[in-house]
Every structure is written in structure tokens, then in C-alpha cells.
């Protein structure tokens, strides 16, 4: 049923901007064989601008076809630079915004690393929520404990002076439901700090990034959209900033009623823009990616979302692309979903004669450099 209305601010004011057929549905599950690669479940893509308030959705999502379990790996924390954002973000939280022995409660917790640091560091006590979580039920002598479930009105029980979500809101159709679920598990504790962390489509947008879009990203926010959304939720925006070299918004609320204000800013421009360019920046990639190929086998550094989407977009057949490369050993002598790709050590580059990296994001180059100088190898990397 095509979506007539926008999911945020209700708007008929809608334009369609980027059409992908029958891409896989999931980019981080662990493929343990090509088959199982290829035969990953798929969906469209109908990546959709709200004129009025700047919101960005695929109009074609269905959670029906998702199956997010034990197999779904996104963990970034294997590498430095990541590590380096956690560590600000950590800083933050502890050091500026006080949260020192406090009830901490993160919403989609994964497996805990993140929820751990910030008890261990700040003398906190946390309950992680995350249907996923398949750790113990307690860590640190019962200070930090975890709930497989969804964290919603039902947890009205469960103190909370700060309620953290990172990555999560994206994948979320609703996301204004989500919101008034978090809302009414904080109940009457109105000086509770609510704090987010989501992709930013702007900075999508405006750097032409085409591997960024997929189907697990069913809801993408501008500043303007992501204070809508909190407004609508039943939250007063305190702050939002751009955070990892912009590619991220971080959001501190209160929850506390506020006006709620539309403002869709330049994003139905740049969503315009965007589609009028985005075949020439796909054919350009697949350009460059022949060219190297022709001269030398080709390697993806980064088999997270952004590269799985790049190689499915460039190379569905494994022709041109030799290999991914990941820091997380859990990915590794796995397989891509959907195009099959084998997914390596970097150590592994020299053996399989890889010449050319191509760097599927920008914040990584200077660590990806220092790995290939540290085990001597020279190898271009490409932007």
C-alpha cells in the first residue's frame, strides 16, 4: 500500500527521491557460506523526502522481513578510531553532562559494551533493554543488568535519571511511537535526560554518499526532523550536535512538553539534487571499480552497512571485487549478504594479491594507513 502521508508530521507534501529493487534486507547478519549469502532476504527501496518537515523514510519498508537475532553483528568497536568516538561520547556523558552515580538505562544495548563502560567509568548502576542481548542477566556484582526485550510503558518500574539510544531510532518505522514509549517508561521522573544517537541524511545528502542508504535505515533525520520527532514524542529539545565528523546527530531531551516546529529546511532540495546525481555517481563508481580491477584485484575496506551496500550496488555478481576487509574477527571468513563477497582480515590483503582499498568511510583512513604500514604493506587506498 503506497504511503500517502508522512510517518512524522503527517504531510501529503512527499517526494520520492531514490528507487532500489529487491535489495537484501539485513547488511550486518553473519553469512557463514555464498549460498546463504545469496539467498538473504530482499525488499525495496523507495527512500521518501517530507517537504514540511524533512523527514526521510522508505516508503516501502516492511518489518515483516526482518529477522534481527543472534546472527546480526554491528559492532564497530574493534577499531581505534570507533573506539575514539565512544571515548567522546563516554567523556561527555560522565564528565559534562554529570552522569555520575546515576540509574542508567540504554535502550538497544546490543550486547552491553557500551552501557558497561559508562556504570564501570561513572559510578553508575544501568539496565540495558535489547530483544538481542544474550549475555548474563547481571554484570559488576548486580549493578548492571539486562532485560531481552523492548524497553516501552511497561517499564515504568525501572528508575531511570538517564535513558541513552544509540542507533536505533533509524531503524524504526515509527519512530514519534518509539519516542512516546520511551516517554511513558520515564513516567513522572520529569528530570530524567533522554540522550539519542542517529545517523545524519544531511550529511548523506550533501557528500552523494550512495552506499549509505539500505534497507535496515527505514528512518533518517536532519537536526530539524530528529527535534520534530522529539517535540512529537512528548520531549523538550535541549541540544542536538553533529558528532563524528558530522556524520552523526547526538540529541539531549528533556521530557517535558514543548511546541512542536516543523522546519524541512534544504533537505527536499538536496534530496532533489541528490537524485538527479545518482546514477552519474553510480556509474562512476562502477567506472573507477573496472578500471582498478583491470589492473589489479580490488579490496573494500569495511564490511558494516556502507560497504555490504557498496558491493551489492558495484559488484552483485563478485567479478570486480576480490574481497571486504574488517577489524571484527566475527565477520571474518564470513560472507557479504546478498552479493557473496568474502570477507578477510586486513592481514590478509598481501596473500590474495589485493593492489587497491577502496575506503568506505573517510573517519577510518589514518588507522586503516597504520595497520598496512605496521605489517608492511603498500597498497592504494582510494576515496
Not at 503506497?2 to 531514490?18: D, G, M, R
Not at 578500471?291 to 556502507?306: Q, S
Not at 594479491?353 to 577502496?358: A, I, K, L, P, Q
Request: with cysteine; aromatic share 8%; proline share 4%.
Amino acid at each position: 500500500m503506497p504511503v500517502k502521508a508522512c510517518p512524522l508530521c503527517n504531510s501529503q507534501q512527499l517526494s520520492k527521491f531514490l528507487h532500489r529493487p529487491a535489495v537484501p534486507v539485513h547488511q550486518n547478519l553473519l553469512m557463514r557460506s555464498y549460498q546463504q549469502a545469496q539467498d538473504i532476504v530482499r525488499g525495496d527501496l523507495e527512500m521518501t523526502v517530507c517537504a514540511d518537515c524533512g523527514f526521510v523514510f522508505n516508503a516501502a519498508f516492511d518489518p515483516g522481513l526482518l529477522n534481527y537475532g543472534d546472527s546480526y553483528d554491528n559492532n564497530q568497536g574493534c577499531s581505534s578510531s570507533f573506539q575514539s568516538h565512544l571515548n567522546a561520547l563516554i567523556s561527555l556523558l560522565i564528565d559534562k553532562k554529570g552522569v555520575r552515580g546515576k540509574q542508567v538505562v540504554e535502550v538497544g544495548c546490543g550486547q552491553g559494551q557500551f552501557l558497561q563502560r559508562l556504570v564501570q567509568e561513572g559510578g553508575n548502576s544501568g539496565v540495558g533493554f535489547d530483544p538481542s542481548y544474550a549475555g548474563p542477566p547481571s554484570l559488576l556484582d548486580g549493578r548492571m543488568s539486562f532485560e531481552s526485550r523492548y524497553y516501552d510503558e511497561s517499564c515504568t518500574s525501572v528508575p531511570a535519571d538517564v535513558v541513552i539510544c544509540r542507533h536505533v531510532i533509524e531503524h524504526v518505522p515509527d519512530p514519534v511511537m518509539l519516542l512516546k514509549s520511551v516517554r511513558a517508561a520515564i513516567g513522572e521522573r520529569t528530570s530524567a535526560k533522554v540522550y539519542f544517537e542517529t545517523p545524519c541524511v544531511e550529511w548523506i545528502l550533501r557528500n552523494g554518499v550512495i552506499w549509505d542508504f539500505f534497507y535496515e535505515h527505514c528512518s533518517l533525520f536532519t537536526a530539524a526532523s530528529l527535534s520534530s520527532a522529539f517535540q512529537m514524542g512528548g520531549f523538550r529539545v535541549d541540544e542536538v550536535r553533529h558528532v563524528f565528523g558530522g556524520q552523526y546527530l547526538w540529541i539531549e531531551a528533556s521530557p517535558v512538553a514543548s511546541d512542536v516546529k516543523l522546519n524541512g529546511g534544504e533537505t527536499y532540495a538536496l534530496a532533489t539534487g541528490y537524485a538527479e546525481h545518482e546514477l552519474t555517481l553510480l556509474q562512476d563508481w562502477k567506472q573507477r571499480v573496472l578500471a582498478l580491477a583491470t589492473d589489479g584485484r580490488v579490496a573494500l575496506w569495511g564490511a558494516g552497512a556502507k560497504g555490504v551496500t557498496f558491493a551489492n550496488l558495484i559488484d552483485p555478481d563478485c567479478e570486480l571485487i576480490d574481497c571486504l576487509v574488517d577489524l571484527n574477527p566475527n565477520k571474518q571468513g564470513k560472507y557479504v549478504a546478498g552479493s557473496g563477497h568474502a570477507i578477510v582480515d586486513p592481514l590478509q590483503l598481501k596473500e590474495r594479491g589485493v593492489s587497491d582499498v577502496v575506503l568506505m568511510n573517510p573517519n577510518y583512513r589514518d588507522e586503516n594507513r597504520e595497520i598496512l604500514k605496521q605489517a608492511g604493506m603498500s597498497l592504494n587506498m582510494i576515496e
